[in-house]
């Protein structure tokens, strides 16, 4: 691909943490799970909405870029849950108080893939608007009738936003390419087999279990296992191939903070990937942020010096639907907010 990079990251992560010890000893945390997803302590985020946590990681990014606000000609805001009040343009909101120079703006709600996804789109944007940069940013907030602790089993939700500002502008890393997959079969998984629109007037707390569970009675788990090993893999391929690298050569793999039983089952195993060469280890310390746990690692491994200049790094995620993104990063002279 042309030279694109991305030139500024940002990221707003909550101070403020829920320990797995306390929620397994309340009754919130079933202690099987606690044992097969290993996560330490989520980040949970009291006051601020997902929108207003996005503003502050896009102006983290901006700033970081030096682009200024009239450089940005889209803005993608990546969403998993609830971003404010219904019917509401959350992503509007956050171009108007992170850029405000009325710059297009679109939500992107593909469960956990979208802030992967908007890079692929920011792409094919620059493609015909090669000025242009576009601010991407991801955020979201589990509470309400999203219990983080139960709502999805294999994954403990955790508050916080992230941010990366794509340009042609030389900066934290070089986008080598970007590939996605997508096996459109499998949404059902996250519907089941509930009339659509008795779904759409149902309130009451999340739960994907009942949905999977009608899924795999005409679906077997095995299938369903190699569907998805094949197009994260396809993914991954793909992304190292159009980058002219191999696996061996990736110094670091950014993933999902996933418990680490489905970690290993939907990423690690099928890329032959051991946890020590991706950032896990951090991210089992805030939880599972949706969109924004690969940008978040890679903020944080860019910050803390764990990555260098010329170093090879693959992003891969996964979101309902379902969609598949790999990117592959060289990441360039440390950034200035690094030192």
């Not at 405000?100 to 015909?128: K, S, T, Y």
């Not at 391929?237 to 089952?265: C, F, P, W, Y």
Request: charged share 25%.
């Amino acid at each position: 691909m042309d030279d694109v990079y991305l030139s500024g990251i940002g990221g707003y992560v909550p101070a403020d943490r829920a320990t797995v010890t306390e929620a397994v000893a309340d009754g919130r945390y079933e202690q099987v799970w606690n044992r097969k997803d290993r996560i330490e302590t989520v980040a949970v985020e009291a006051l601020l909405s997902p929108a207003e946590m996005a503003v502050r990681a896009g102006r983290q990014a901006l700033l970081r870029s030096g682009h200024g606000p009239q450089d940005v000609g889209l803005l993608l805001h990546a969403t998993a849950y609830r971003q404010g009040p219904e019917a509401w343009a959350a992503a509007s909101y956050v171009e108007r108080y992170a850029v405000g120079v009325g710059a297009p703006a679109l939500e992107i709600r593909q469960g956990c893939n979208g802030g992967l996804f908007a890079l692929d789109l920011a792409r094919n944007h620059m493609g015909r608007h090669a000025d242009s940069a576009v601010l991407i940013t991801c955020a979201d907030r589990f509470d309400g009738e999203f219990d983080r602790w139960r709502t999805n089993k294999g994954m403990v939700f955790g508050d916080g936003a992230s941010a990366v500002v794509m340009s042609r502008r030389r900066g934290a890393a070089r986008v080598l390419s970007v590939a996605t997959r997508a096996d459109s079969e499998l949404e059902q998984m996250h519907r089941g087999d509930v009339p659509l629109v008795s779904a759409t007037l149902r309130r009451g707390p999340l739960d994907a279990g009942p949905g999977k569970k009608a899924f795999l009675r005409t679906t077997s788990s095995s299938e369903v296992q190699r569907r998805f090993e094949a197009q994260v893999v396809g993914a991954v391929d793909h992304a190292l191939s159009e980058a002219g690298t191999k696996l061996d050569a990736i110094a670091q793999v950014m993933v999902s903070n996933l418990g680490h039983e489905m970690l290993n089952r939907v990423f690690l195993e099928p890329l032959g990937l051991p946890v020590e060469r991706t950032a896990w280890r951090w991210g089992r310390r805030i939880g599972h942020l949706a969109n924004s746990d690969q940008f978040l690692a890679l903020e944080h491994q860019l910050r803390t010096g764990v990555l260098h200049e010329g170093d090879l790094v693959l992003l891969v995620g996964m979101g309902v639907g379902f969609v598949w993104t790999a990117t592959v990063l060289e990441i360039g002279e440390p950034p200035v907010w690094t030192h």
